[in-house]
């Protein structure tokens, strides 16, 4: 083994031939996964921890700082998909009740984990940034379970529109809670300005930013597509917007998800239905590239050798994330007067976690990467405290992850199930 890491290091392949490598090998650790009944993810990060640090050592850091464009593009569509999911009337349909549940158990998960990381760590930015990351959904799981067993009810009505517009909800958060953390660290080697008042408008000021841009760009994007009929002419505009906005964002020092979530919800809700499928339609052939590339990245930033010494931390953020979901969950039906079905189960089916926390993790590490005061790690190597936040955050999240998308489509299935609204047949 020492041996093939030493050719690698010595004999570095070129940038593209190791994404085309990934996205083939991956692939078929895919298929892997899913005939042992696991989440097609799984494969994809099983693939990245085997080639990471944890074990062949083949990606150099050098190598991932290059191919960190792949996670950018990734979120930005991840982003721009959940934003087009968005739609008001849609929100509108369902009522009070579930505009309640969505602020309940998104507020639930942020604050429950917040204070459980806080009380275990002591370490304030870490904290917000668990608790942001907490209400972060991964529809996909959902979806995939309620299509497979052809759900049909009340609950599995609530569920399309809550794990869509929890996402919406959880980047706001993020957002806010990720400027402050940025700011607490800053302060420390006093490279903030502002003091109190700018820890508050720093974040105010990127979220503002942040839609405007989405506004702007997605407005721009619909005047253009108006009278567009090819789908390869679809194909371009669509990448195209969404490199531009990541690219501005990360020049800006701007949410790339925010913006990229903004452009996706004003399209949803202006423009014609047959722009929307076909929108739809053309990232379906984008997604599944980024999807593998993505996940199998995500992969090799996961350090088993710290899993132990963050084992606690790990099993706090589950007991804490879930409790403030379900709870949360069960208090805004409550007040949102919802079906007892609704009420009882709904909480069972939103704790998948995957691409979105994977991701928001990831811009965790990259942003923090420098920031704050120098700290000792377990191996006494002085770094930054940011850095050691970015790693914490990356390594729970991601082993986190793993076990919210296997367990999450089980309680789904059994929600489902309880609520009465799978088919005998099935």
């Known amino acids: 083994m020492n041996g093939i890491q030493q050719f690698f290091q010595q004999n570095p392949l070129p940038t593209l031939t190791v994404i085309g490598l990934i996205a083939i090998v991956s692939f078929y650790f895919g298929k892997l996964s899913k005939l042992i009944r696991l989440p097609l993810i799984i494969g994809y990060m099983f693939l990245g921890v085997l080639i990471g640090p944890s074990f062949l050592n083949l990606f150099s850091s050098t190598i991932q ?83 497979e067993y052809r759900a049909k009810g009340n609950l599995t009505k609530a569920l399309y529109a809550v794990v869509g517009f929890d996402d919406g909800l959880g980047i706001i958060i993020f957002g806010f809670a990720t400027a402050i953390a940025k700011n607490i660290l800053m302060h420390q080697t006093g490279t903030a300005s502002g003091g109190i008042v700018g820890l508050f408008l720093l974040p105010l000021k990127e979220i503002a930013l942040s839609i405007i841009i989405g506004l702007a760009v997605s407005t721009l994007f619909c005047l253009l597509v108006r009278k567009l009929k090819s789908t390869g002419d679809y194909f371009i505009h669509i990448f195209g917007v969404v490199l531009f906005m990541v690219g501005l964002s ?75 979901l379900i709870g949360g969950s069960r208090l805004g039906a409550l007040f949102g007067n919802v079906s007892v079905n609704v009420r009882k189960y709904l909480g069972l089916g939103i704790l998948s976690q995957a691409g979105v926390a994977i991701g928001l993790s990831l811009i965790v590490k990259q942003d923090f990467s420098g920031l704050g005061k120098m700290v000792t790690t377990a191996k006494d190597i002085m770094i930054p405290s940011g850095d050691l936040v970015g790693g914490m955050v990356i390594t729970v999240i991601t082993a986190t992850c793993i076990f919210f998308e296997i367990i999450g489509p089980i309680l789904t299935k059994v929600a489902l199930t309880k609520a009465g609204e799978i088919s005998k047949d099935e």
Request: glycine share 8%; hydrophobic share 60%; proline share 3%.
């Open 65 to 147: 700082n290059q191919l960190s464009f792949i996670t950018e593009i990734a979120l930005g569509f991840v982003a721009l998909s959940i934003g087009l999911e968005l739609k008001f009337s849609d929100l509108k349909k369902q009522g009070a009740g579930i505009i309640w549940i969505i602020f309940a158990e998104s507020f639930g998960a942020f604050i429950l984990v917040f204070f459980a990381v806080w009380l275990v760590t002591g370490n304030l930015p870490l904290a917000l940034i668990f608790g942001s990351i907490a209400p972060a959904s991964a529809p996909a799981g959902t979806v995939a379970v309620i299509r």
């Open 250 to 324: 990360h020049a800006l020092h701007l949410s790339l998800i925010l913006t990229n979530m903004t452009a996706g919800i004003i399209v949803i809700n202006t423009q014609r239905f047959n722009l929307i499928e076909m929108m739809h339609k053309e990232m379906m052939n984008i997604m599944p590239l980024l999807f593998v590339l993505f996940f199998t990245l995500a992969g090799t930033n996961l350090h088993i050798s710290a899993l132990p010494s963050l084992g606690l931390l790990g099993i706090v953020y589950i007991i804490a994330r879930s409790a403030g």
